[in-house]
């Protein structure tokens, strides 16, 4: 079983480069399974309906958002789509589904969204209690169980993979955008890497216009953002579980340019 993830979707040119790309990574790479984080992929914040269908016409198996999950209204009417994750740890009460369990290869495979309370400004519940008591529950429905931690801090991200370590299948962390070097397998056989990167703009400033951002740090005015445009990336991770013991036995990423 390979199971991939891709890095946050950021504006139209990264959804473009995703529907051109994605059938040929699947092909070359022998995907079986995919998961997309779609929170930036319309107009860099937030998911629109026309977006969305765009996406539900790709081969993706699972979607997961992050802190701009309601930026955009349209999310409430298809937020119940059972393809649509939001993080499991946001308030009790809100609508969608925090996690779900997809079949693939007659293997059940659980996906969990998260999101982090480090610098993220976004009131949540504590990821790593929501974290512990849903892999405690899947972990009795699910032969496979992965997680998209959303999250800014590096260190938080850190920590859940060592909270987590041996009891999930992978921890992989969006949201910076930023693809980061240290990805591995525990000793308990938990693959886990920090961020994954994006798919968007190559030259930005994480997605966003150069000119803009610079401008921002430079004056500390209230600078609008603004979608870089030009070459797009696509970043992700591919993770191997073997399919005798449901153990992740690779994990590796991918970068297309």
Known sequence: MKILAIGDIVGATGLN????????????????????????????????IKDFNTLLRMP????TMGNHTWGKKDIFTFIDNPILLRPANYSKGVPGKGYNVFKCNDKKIAVINLIGRTDMNVLSEN??????ELVNKLSREADIIIIDFHAEATAEKIAMKHFLDGKVNAIFGTHTHVQTADEEITDKNTAYITDIGMTGPKKSVIGMDVSASIK????SLP????????DTILNGCVFEINDEECKTVNI??????
Do not use: C, H, Q, W
Request: charged share 30%; net charge positive; proline share 3%.
């Open 17 to 48: 480069k995703l529907r051109e790309s994605l059938p040929k990574i699947i092909e070359k790479e022998n995907i079986d399974f995919t998961i997309v984080n779609a929170e930036n992929t319309s107009g860099g914040m937030g998911l629109t």
């Open 60 to 63: 993706i198996n699972a979607i």
């Open 127 to 132: 990821p790593f209690s929501v974290a512990d």
């Open 216 to 219: 921002r740090f430079l004056t």
């Open 223 to 230: 600078e609008k953002y603004k979608l870089a445009e030009g």
């Open 252 to 257: 590796y990423r991918i970068s297309y340019k």
